[in-house]
């Protein structure tokens, strides 16, 4: 069972814009969201998180919004730079250590 | 400070063969945790550590996988036999303590296995 979903394999913006990108879960017992960048052959590296105690967190141009009622979360990158091209996974912990990523959407800045 | 090294970068093996991929997490950092992340896939759990203590592997998905970290520090991942299925690229993640620590790994750039 998928218990993360990222619905948008791919994304792409003009630099200087918005980036939205959003995850969906299932599991109402995931209590730590997580937002993860990768490059290609690189590993991931940690953006941003909330708790679900929350349901806003910000750095610089990186706010998270969690909706738990929706079991939605988000990502926006505003104002979106070519850099941020990469692959976005969100994730999730729920009472443990393990991760639970999402597939991750391709985000593509362009100039 | 270096961050989580893995090695070797790449890796091909013939169906039925042995491989030991090996990790170096951050010094100091007590967790340590194995992904696997197929082609267009998301990284999936397979084990995590606490020191040398194996506390999860049910990620694992079969028993031709196994883990050690005997000293607590460098991990080490076998996969015996082979299959194509084993295709992937294996991650390493270390972070600092098992409590608000773990919620960020720190991640190395994977060993990519291809077998043929």
């Known amino acids: 069972d998928q218990q993360v979903k990222q619905n948008s394999p791919s994304l792409s913006v003009q630099e200087g814009r918005i980036s939205i990108l959003n995850c969906d879960y299932t599991n109402s017992m995931f209590d730590y969201f997580l937002w993860y960048k990768k490059y290609p052959a690189e590993g991931p590296t940690f953006l941003i998180s909330i708790s679900s105690i929350k349901d806003k967190n910000e750095d610089g141009r990186f706010t998270v919004f969690l909706n738990k009622s929706a079991k939605h979360l988000s990502l926006h990158i505003v104002p979106s730079q070519p850099g941020d091209s990469a692959v976005y996974f969100c994730a999730f912990t729920g009472g443990g250590n393990k991760l639970t990523f999402g597939t991750g959407t391709q985000l593509k800045v362009e100039l | 400070g270096a961050g989580v090294s893995q090695s070797p970068r790449y890796k091909v093996a013939k169906r039925g063969q042995d491989v030991a991929l090996r990790c170096d997490p951050i010094?100091?950092?007590?967790?340590l945790f194995w992904y696997q992340q197929a082609l267009g896939q998301g990284p999936e759990f397979l084990t995590y550590f606490q020191n040398e203590a194996q506390l999860d592997k049910s990620g694992l998905p079969s028993d031709r996988f196994f883990a050690e970290r005997p000293e607590g520090s460098v991990s080490t991942l076998k996969i015996q036999r082979t299959q194509q299925e084993d295709s992937a690229v294996y991650l390493c993640?270390?972070?600092?303590?098992?409590?608000?620590?773990?919620?960020?790994?720190?991640f190395g750039p994977g060993t990519r296995l291809t077998v043929t």
């Open positions: 010094s100091g950092h007590v967790s």
């Open positions: 993640a270390s972070s600092l303590d098992p409590g608000q620590g773990s919620l960020r790994q720190y």
